[in-house]
């Protein structure tokens, strides 16, 4: 019906086969097809995609060959059909991107002329389902577009209404006309500018001190304008609340601004009426609210948060810190906080619902990701200076009295970081975000807690999960062990279990293999222990890669080298009777028991390290000849392990690449004295 605007005159439409009836291998029944449609329909699915679902992953090539009729008569008889026709819905769409398109560039003809030819193509499908009874016969399609000379005059009489409602009080009714323009739908541009000369007028009010609460009687006139007042101020920060779950990433920014520099107005008037600190933190409290709940949160949006803000003031980061630990609260009601508001629109809910509503029903938690990027992203750890504390969104009065506000103590800064940690932690994390928690333990978050040994459940229980997890908190066990005297029993037990195939090929091999050096670098370690890690470590080479097997040598080599005791692995021959003196062959001549997981009893002290020995013979010619280090004298120093940790296959592909040959090969070749070899059909069909 609607044909495109190109020279051909042909039509569109699918080619189907010519026999209407199913083949012989699809299974499905038309009761399971219309159950699918129904479904998919439900969840907002399209009919078009509801198609290619079915085909795609049910394996039904035409739905009309399995039922006899087609989806939108399906979903029609069961009440599931779109209101509108796909194909006018879509070509609306299009009209509306178009205009959005005008709205920043006014001056695109090429997009205003495309625009009548989709409006034109929407007239004629529009009254086609009319004529066809899909549609009503009041149905009526309206321009979505606001002309440009439209949009400007709007915008110059939101000028003149925000000139108005600062310069004089009678002109406040102007606010409720400049916030019904910020939140039309006409003109984008129209919007942005009421939304920030919404900003700049409460920024005055709050400046005047006309949105503070005074002691009058609630009967004055006053009182009634400064209830009016804060009724319309709520709605405005609700509406930049509102933005800042939008998609777009400017949008979000900017309301963010807005939201803070209401919240250092409010700062600042309380601070005039009463001379006092009073930091609105009902305020901050809703903004991060909003963030850490917000699904879509863009990138951008959180780091601006971190840096712009939770980095530049002490005081912001102080409250966040203890609006975090609230919001992770199981018991925390959002709406309480609302409950004081006069004129809410905002519904009650019990705190289950609450809970599951804020994402924390689903399997991604959304509040765990963003508030886990935004406390990532502080890069300005608690002070133990009191004089390091300067910089505060909300000024401190120039006298405080006796007792000093919390914002200004160190030790209360350091409070509220290791409660927001701990808080965090307690709640269901995701693998990744797991995993990127152990990553900065040991350093960012550990040396900064009241109480480091707060974490030795969490580290623990990392620990004992197994797998790259268990890679990833040694970091932050070995510094609860080290510098706060944690005993942990059975941590060599479970180290050495964490040797298996899978740690050659894992991401974090390196920072194990650091780890590891460090753990058996002490010299009262008993030499059974020892012998246990450099033969385990001996026997998973063998199946290691090269860049494995680099590690794994040095390694071993280290461990013999710092522990004399353990020397005897290299000169006992496999099969070796210590008691009767002689060698013996046996079907398992190696003592060594690689399933027991317990260094005592897996008797790799009464083993040898035989696979040395075969390493020595490996294809790759440097590995070999690092092996070989095991049949000379041990009077060469210890190899820094670092050198040998970040090797792949292409770096040893580079180096090998790379290495000028000391001698040239010799190559000879004989010129050819025919055409065609001797013996070739070719050869003998041109010899006939």
């Avoid at 000379?149 to 409720?176: F, Y």
């Avoid at 939304?195 to 004055?220: H, P, Q, V």
């Avoid at 005039?272 to 699904?295: G, H, M, Q, T």
């Avoid at 401190?396 to 030790?411: F, K, N």
Wanted: hydrophobic share 40%.
């Amino acid at each position: 019906m609607g044909r495109m605007y190109t020279p051909g005159k042909g039509i569109s439409k699918s080619a189907i086969p010519y026999r209407r009836t199913p083949p012989s291998w699809v299974k499905a029944t038309p009761e399971d097809v219309c159950e699918q449609i129904c479904k998919l329909a439900r969840k907002g699915t399209s009919p078009s995609q509801i198609g290619i679902i079915l085909r795609d992953s049910q394996g039904v090539p035409l739905v009309s060959a399995i039922t006899g009729t087609k989806i939108v008569r399906i979903l029609r008889a069961n009440g599931l059909a779109p209101q509108v026709p796909e194909d006018l819905h879509f070509l609306i769409r299009k009209a509306v991107s178009i205009n959005k398109h005008l709205e920043r560039n006014r001056k695109d003809n090429d997009a205003k002329y495309r625009k009548s030819l989709v409006e034109a193509r929407i007239r004629r499908l529009v009254k086609y389902y009319k004529t066809s009874g899909q549609l009503p016969s009041s149905w009526e399609y309206k321009d979505p577009g606001f002309t440009y000379d439209e949009a400007q005059k709007l915008i110059e009489q939101v000028r003149q209404w925000e000139s108005s409602v600062i310069q004089n009080q009678q002109g406040l009714n102007n606010i409720v006309d400049i916030f019904n323009v910020a939140k039309g739908q006409e003109s984008a541009e129209a919007s942005f500018v009421a939304i920030n000369a919404l900003g700049r007028i409460y920024s005055a009010l709050w400046t005047k001190g006309l949105l503070n609460r005074t002691k009058d009687s609630n009967d004055s006139a006053q009182e009634k304008v400064g209830d009016w007042l804060r009724t319309n101020y709520n709605m405005y920060v609700d509406l930049l609340r509102g933005i800042l779950k939008c998609k777009e990433a400017p949008m979000q920014i900017g309301a963010l601004r807005l939201l803070i520099q209401m919240l250092e107005k409010e700062g600042h008037s309380a601070h005039r009426l009463a001379n006092v600190y009073s930091f609105p933190n009902s305020s901050l409290l809703a903004i991060v609210e909003s963030v850490l709940d917000n699904a879509n949160a863009s990138e951008h949006l959180l780091r601006t948060f971190a840096e712009s803000y939770i980095n530049s003031y002490d005081d912001i980061r102080y409250y966040f810190y203890r609006n975090v630990v609230k919001l992770a609260s199981p018991e925390y009601d959002p709406f309480k906080r609302n409950s004081g508001r006069k004129n809410s629109n905002i519904p009650g809910s019990d705190t289950r619902k609450n809970r599951e509503s804020r994402g924390f029903a689903d399997g991604v938690p959304v509040f765990v990701k963003n508030a886990f990027s935004i406390m990532n992203l502080v890069r300005v750890m608690p002070k133990t200076d009191i004089t390091d504390l300067t910089d505060f969104c909300v000024k401190l009065p120039d006298e405080i009295g006796e007792t000093e506000p919390s914002v200004q103590s160190p030790s209360a800064h350091k409070r509220a970081f290791s409660e927001a940690w701990l808080a965090l932690l307690r709640l269901p994390l995701t693998p990744d975000t797991y995993k990127q928690v152990l990553l900065v333990m040991h350093k960012r978050i550990i040396p900064h807690m009241t109480d480091p040994k707060a974490l030795m459940d969490f580290l623990s229980n990392s620990y004992d999960a197994g797998g790259p997890t268990s890679l990833l908190a040694l970091n932050g066990l070995f510094t609860l062990i080290t510098d706060y005297n944690l005993n942990y029993p059975q941590f060599y037990e479970k180290l050495y279990t964490l040797l298996d195939r899978n740690l050659f090929h894992v991401k974090y091999r390196a920072r194990f293999f650091r780890l590891l050096e460090i753990f058996l670098a002490s010299s009262h370690l008993p030499a059974y222990l020892i012998a246990a890690f450099a033969k385990r470590i001996s026997r998973l080479a063998l199946s290691a890669p090269p860049s494995g097997i680099v590690i794994a040598i040095p390694m071993v080599y280290n461990l013999l080298k710092a522990h004399p005791s353990c020397m005897v692995l290299i000169h006992r021959m496999p099969g070796y009777d210590s008691e009767a003196g002689e060698q013996k062959i046996a079907e398992e001549a190696d003592m060594f028991v690689p399933a027991e997981n317990d260094p005592a009893k897996c008797m790799a002290l009464q083993s040898s390290l035989w696979e040395m020995e075969t390493l020595q013979h490996h294809y790759y010619a440097n590995i070999a000849t690092l092996a070989n280090i095991f049949n000379e004298p041990f009077h060469k120093p210890s190899f820094v392990l670092e050198d040998f940790l970040d090797h792949t296959y292409a770096t040893f592909f580079e180096s090998d690449t790379a290495r000028k040959p000391r001698k040239a090969p010799a190559l000879a070749t004989q010129p050819p004295a025919s055409l065609f070899r001797p013996g070739d059909a070719m050869g003998d069909f041109m010899a006939y």
